[in-house]
Nanobody
Framework: QVQLVESGGGLVQAGDSLRLSCVASGRTFNRWAMGWFRQAPGQEREFVAAISYKGSQSFYADSVKGRFTVSRDDAANTAYLEMTSLTPEDTAVYYC????????????????WGQGTQVTVSG
């Protein structure tokens, strides 16, 4: 069983930065693509960013491109989401997810999910 645990969320002001972490259990972390999604109250879960296994490719939603950076440290079984220039529209619960079959932007592709971490950006 794979477990993903996110951390790093919090309450910040518009324009601030945050770095989210996602620590994974298991010995095959380097074989998974890792994705980040978010869900605001009353809205569907949406894709934010993803990184392929080995980190050779990364993808971003248009809404975060140029502000967010996804990365991974396979030695530490950890994926990161560096978020800068945050706006109130970025307020949501952020989830990391692991995909054994390849990197993608659809939530249904992902096999394992973390419990989420709240990010709140005040204006």
């Amino acid at each position: 069983q794979v477990q993903l645990v996110e951390s790093g969320g919090g309450l910040v002001q518009a324009g601030d930065s945050l770095r989210l972490s996602c620590v994974a259990s298991g010995r095959t972390f380097n074989r998974w693509a890792m994705g980040w999604f978010r869900q605001a109250p009353g809205q569907e879960r949406e894709f934010v960013a993803a990184i392929s296994y080995k980190g050779s490719q990364s993808f971003y939603a248009d809404s975060v491109k140029g502000r967010f950076t996804v990365s991974r440290d396979d030695a530490a079984n950890t994926a990161y989401l560096e978020m800068t220039s945050l706006t109130p529209e970025d307020t949501a619960v952020y989830y990391c997810a692991a995909d054994r079959s390849g990197v993608g932007s659809y939530p249904t592709l992902y096999d394992y999910w973390g419990q989420g971490t709240q990010v709140t950006v005040s204006g």
